[in-house]
C-alpha cells in the first residue's frame, strides 16, 4: 500500500508529468520546423525556376506554344500556393514553439520553487504559495486560449482568403489573362498585409528583440509601433543606467507593460498615457500613468477573480512570485497610475 501524499507533492508530480510532455511536444514541433522549412526552400526554388523560365517565355513572343505557356503559368501558381500555405504552416510551428518554450521555461521555475517547499517543513511556509502557482496555470491556460482565438481569427483566416484568392486567379488564366493580372496584383498585395500582421502578432507572442537586445529597445519597439494604433498620446521614458536584466525578469516587465497597455487602450477613455522605466542600482521601475476615467482598485481586485481575466490579479501574482512590489492608484476619474519595482536577483 503505498503512503499518501501531500498536495504539494502531488502538485510537484504534476508538474514534472506536464514538464516532460512539454518537452515532448516542443521536440516534435522543432522537427516539424526543420522539415517544412526544408519544404518551403525546395518550393521557393522551384518557384524561382518556374519565374525564370515564363519570364523567357514572355521575352520572346510567338516562340513557346500558348498550351506551354499556360502550362507554366498553372504550375507556377500551384507552387505559390502550396509555397504560400507552407509558409502559414511554418509560422504556425514557429509561433507555437516559442510559446512552448516559454512554457517549459515556466515550469522549470515553479518546479524548482515546489522543490524547495518541499525541502522545508509545512509550518515554514505559508499556504498561500501553491494557490498562486495553481492561479499561474489558470493563467497560463487563459493565454493559450487567447492565443488560439487570435490565430483563429488573424492568421487562419487571412491564410484562407489567401488560397480562395490564388484559386480564382489559377480559373482566370486561361479565360481572362488581363483580370488574372489584376487579381495576381491584389493577392500581392493581400500576401504583403498577412505577412504584416503575422510578423505582429508573432511579435506579441514573443518578441525575439527581447533575447537579442533586451527589455529597453523591445519596449520602445512596442511603443512605436502602439502609438500608430492607438488615438492616445503615447510616451516612453527611460531613466538610469540601462542594462540587461535577468531573462525571466524582462519576460515579466514586458508582458506587465503589454497588459497595462491594453487596459489603458481598451478601458482608460485616456488622451494620454506614459510608461517610464527607471533603472536603479537596487532594481528596476516601471511605471504605467493615464488621465483617463479610472476605477476603484478595490473593487477591481475583489471582482477580478470571479471574472478570471488576465489582468491587475495576474500582474500582482508574477510579481509577488518574482520578490517585487506592486502599488496601484486610481480613483474613478482620476486616471490610473500602477507602479511595479522588481529587485536585483
Not at 3 to 19: F, K
Not at 75 to 85: V, Y
Not at 263 to 290: C, I, K, M, Y
Request: hydrophobic fraction near 40%; include cysteine; charge should be neutral.
Amino acid at each position: 500500500m503505498s503512503e499518501p501524499t501531500s498536495p504539494l507533492q502531488d502538485l510537484l508530480a504534476y508538474c514534472r508529468e506536464e514538464q516532460e510532455a512539454a518537452r515532448r511536444q516542443l521536440a516534435e514541433v522543432q522537427a516539424l520546423i526543420r522539415q517544412t522549412s526544408a519544404d518551403v526552400e525546395r518550393l521557393a526554388q522551384r518557384s524561382l525556376q518556374l519565374t525564370n523560365q515564363i519570364k523567357q517565355m514572355e521575352s520572346r513572343p510567338g516562340s513557346t506554344p500558348p498550351e506551354e505557356i499556360i502550362e507554366s503559368y498553372q504550375s507556377a501558381m500551384d507552387i505559390q500556393k502550396r509555397l504560400w500555405l507552407m509558409r502559414g504552416q511554418l509560422e504556425k510551428f514557429q509561433s507555437l514553439e516559442a510559446h512552448l518554450r516559454r512554457y517549459v521555461e515556466a515550469l522549470d521555475r515553479i518546479l524548482s520553487t515546489l522543490a524547495a517547499l518541499e525541502a522545508e517543513s509545512a509550518s515554514a511556509r505559508p499556504s498561500v504559495e501553491p494557490t498562486l502557482i495553481v492561479r499561474l496555470f489558470e493563467a497560463q491556460e487563459q493565454e493559450r486560449q487567447r492565443l488560439v482565438r487570435q490565430l483563429h481569427d488573424g492568421p487562419a483566416q487571412a491564410l484562407t482568403n489567401l488560397v480562395l484568392q490564388a484559386e480564382i486567379c489559377e480559373r482566370l488564366f486561361q479565360r481572362d489573362p488581363e483580370r488574372a493580372r489584376a487579381e495576381l496584383a491584389a493577392l500581392k498585395n493581400a500576401v504583403a498585409e498577412t505577412f504584416q500582421r503575422m510578423r505582429e502578432f508573432l511579435f506579441d507572442i514573443r518578441p525575439m528583440s527581447l533575447d537579442d537586445l533586451g527589455l529597453v529597445p523591445t519596449v520602445r519597439r512596442y511603443v512605436e509601433t502602439l502609438k500608430e494604433k492607438v488615438k492616445f498620446s503615447l510616451q516612453l521614458q527611460i531613466s538610469g543606467e540601462e542594462r540587461r536584466l535577468a531573462a525571466h525578469q524582462e519576460a515579466a516587465l514586458f508582458r506587465i507593460v503589454q497588459e497595462l497597455l491594453t487596459n489603458v487602450r481598451l478601458h482608460a477613455q485616456a488622451s494620454q498615457a506614459t510608461v517610464r522605466l527607471a533603472f536603479t542600482p537596487q532594481g528596476v521601475r516601471l511605471e504605467v500613468e493615464d488621465n483617463g476615467v479610472g476605477f476603484d482598485v478595490e473593487e477591481a481586485m475583489a471582482q477580478a477573480p470571479q471574472r478570471k481575466t488576465i489582468g491587475l490579479t495576474s500582474i500582482r501574482q508574477w510579481v509577488e512570485m518574482l520578490g517585487g512590489q506592486l502599488s496601484i492608484t486610481s480613483a474613478p476619474g482620476r486616471g490610473t497610475r500602477v507602479a511595479v519595482f522588481l529587485p536585483n536577483p
